[in-house]
């Protein structure tokens, strides 16, 4: 989403390409951990651009409850003790979309930490 909305990001063009081309094809899912993540990393006008965005329903917000929360803590934990960097909630969050999804294709720049997670399956993610 950051990429998306600001222009100076290096992979803007391919994102803002790649939903051009396939915006009838793709259902886009996040969730509040990621939205609050790009929302702070976002300034100014890029920021309201992206939430008006998601306002108007270009965006599935994925309900994630309290509940799943235990399950999230252990895969941040599993991810953070065998990896070099830590799995964080917005990741997490994602992961979990993914898996209660029946997912693999996500759209990131942190292609270093997506490219270690595996799904229960042992399948990667597919990034784009």
């Known amino acids: 989403m950051v990429a998306l909305f600001n222009p100076k990001e290096p992979a803007h063009a391919h994102y803002s390409h790649l939903l051009r ?7 886009l899912t996040s969730t ?16 309201s ?3 008006d965005w998601i306002g108007q329903g270009a965006v599935q917000v994925y309900p994630l ?4 929360l235990p399950d999230m803590a252990l ?4 991810y953070t003790e065998h990896g070099k960097t830590e799995m964080d909630l917005a990741d997490a969050s994602l992961y979990w979309v993914a898996v209660d999804g029946n997912v693999r294709t ?23």
Do not use: N
């Open 21 to 27: 081309e396939q915006a009838h094809g793709l259902l």
């Open 32 to 47: 509040w951990p990621c939205i609050t993540e790009a929302s702070y990393l976002l300034r100014g006008r890029d920021r």
């Open 75 to 78: 895969l941040m934990q599993r």
């Open 65 to 68: 409850d309290s509940q799943h």
């Open 49 to 51: 651009l992206l939430l």
């Open 106 to 128: 996500i759209l990131t720049l942190d292609v270093r930490d997506f490219s270690r997670y595996r799904l229960p399956d042992g399948r990667a993610f597919e990034i784009l």
